[in-house]
């Protein structure tokens, strides 16, 4: 099999960009930074602000968002990927020769990759997208899904967050502007993102490949990554029909970034919210460190707090040190597509790692008022797709085109005229309403549904 090659896996060419776009002074700001500058500043990346991390609407300002947990992502990513890049470069001097690749190209591409990570993440988190999947395997939804295809149902029975990213980094509205492309970042920076570079069809539960456990993009989005993979020179996983490609090497560290920071922050969430013990959870973080046995540390700690936040950063540091060694010893088997594991799953300390994912799962995931908003969340969720895909396949009905006239334009197409296929317009109805806050979820389904009023002025 051939190997994907690093000089062609770094395009700087933008994703729809005819023409080359109007900077071209890379001194100043390069263009995988002008990538994550570009998802700063959208309008999905901001929602992330309200959108459940660990604790659902959390009432404690210290607890983790969407938002603050993409951000800590991305600075785990960009170490990860400058660490990998100055080897790389090393190895490989032509690259910084004739194709100016830099070290801190890498690191920015998956800084920004890892900022856009969770951008497509319905309302109430994981839990969001599982109750987007229930309605579509409702009976409740079947008529408005007759004349779909296998890969299209797919799509929207198992939704999934990775795949609505994908399209809101890639998808221009017509509604909107004639402008396609989307954000219109680097091809690098979309294939970087696209941890599972497949279609939803054909769908392999319990595969033992890293890769192949979720889908990256929907029906309407596979051409554009089968494109995004020709001009890179991904490397095609099946010789049979559909899109189904290896995974961008800088992928595997988008990953990492994520492991890292959810299972660490989200474990230092829990301690501090009084979840799990603190006593127990400075053990678990100090045996992550791997220290000799009664090791006396030179900082005192008044607070167990900082003491926790303290060892939480050093771990963070180690991890990214190990799983950066990993992806190295690694990268030929990489380019070569014989590597497709979870590089957090490959370190020295994954017993602790383990511990504290399970302990994670008992203590903050399932704790009762997670379970409850999450619980509260399908019906909010089930009952807004079913209210506005009413009102988009029946529109004759009175009580419907008053909430016709409660969705933005961009979800109805040119003109509101509802001329698309019945795919593109349920695929707009659940990107209107994924695209939620966790609040603004809740107070839209309490309006429509008449549990209370809007104030008036």
Known sequence: MAAMQWEKLFSKKRFEAQTKEHETDESVRGEFQRDYDRI?????FRRLQNKTQVMPMPESDFVHTRL??????????????????????????????????LDSDFGDAVAAACLAHDIGNPPFGHSGEDAISAYFQSSEAAPFMRSLSEGQKADLQRFEGNAAGFRILTHTYPAQCDMAGGLRLTYTTLATFTKYPKESVPHFPGSRFCSEKKYGFFQSEKERFNNIAAELGLLRKSSESGVFFHRHPLAFLVEAADDICYRIVDFEDGCKLGLIPATEGKALLKELLEEP??????????DWREEIGFLRARIIGK???????????????ILGGRFDKALIGELSCKPALDEIKKLSIQKIYKNRPVLEIEAAGFEVLGGLLDAFLKAVFYPQEKRHQKLLDLIPDQFLGLNRELSSSDYEKILNITD??????????????RKIKGISLPKMY
């Open 68 to 101: 603050t947990h993409s951000l800590e992502a991305s600075c785990v990513g960009r170490s990860l990927g400058r660490i990998v890049g100055k080897s790389i470069v090393e190895k490989y001097p032509e690259l910084s020769g004739s194709k100016k690749i």
């Open 319 to 333: 991890l990214i040190a190990e799983a950066a060694e990993v992806f190295l010893l690694e990268e030929e088997a």
């Open 293 to 302: 046995p009664g090791k006396v540390s030179r900082i005192h700690f008044s």
């Open 40 to 44: 700063v500043f959208s309008s999905a």
């Open 432 to 445: 209107f309403i994924s695209g939620l806050t966790d609040q603004a979820a809740i107070t839209l389904y």
